[in-house]
């Protein structure tokens, strides 16, 4: 099992930047990615950007240019830096994890909102 638990959500102004944190544990060596996924009200759940144990990483196009996102195994935790916010960046973002078993874990999210 793998537990992910986000941080650093928070309201903020378009035009400027946030960093979210999500700490893994549990069974971690399993894990082939890490990565963020959002959520608006009455909208689906779309990938936002995601990195995989060889470090790759893929961004939604929304996100391209304005979003990073990091890991640091060393604290099995992976980050997003979000810059140049949007009032539509505005939602629920979710850790998820997926081990090499193909098994999804989400964390509860974090609220992000951004004030025109």
């Known amino acids: 099992q793998v537990q992910v638990v986000e941080s650093g959500g928070g309201l903020v102004q378009a035009g400027g930047s946030l960093t979210l944190s999500c700490a893994a544990s549990g069974s971690i060596f399993r894990l082939i990615a890490l990565g963020w996924y959002r959520q608006a009200p009455g909208n689906q759940r779309e990938l936002v950007a995601v990195t995989n144990s060889g470090g790759g990483t893929n961004y939604a196009d929304s996100v391209k240019g304005r979003f990073t996102i990091s890991r640091l195994d060393a604290k099995n935790t992976v980050y997003l830096q979000m810059t140049s916010l949007k009032p539509e960046d505005t939602a629920a973002y979710y850790c998820?994890?997926?081990?090499?078993?193909?098994?999804?874990?989400w964390g509860k999210g974090t609220q992000v909102t951004v004030s025109s």
């Open positions: 998820h994890a997926k081990n090499s078993f193909g098994t999804d874990f």
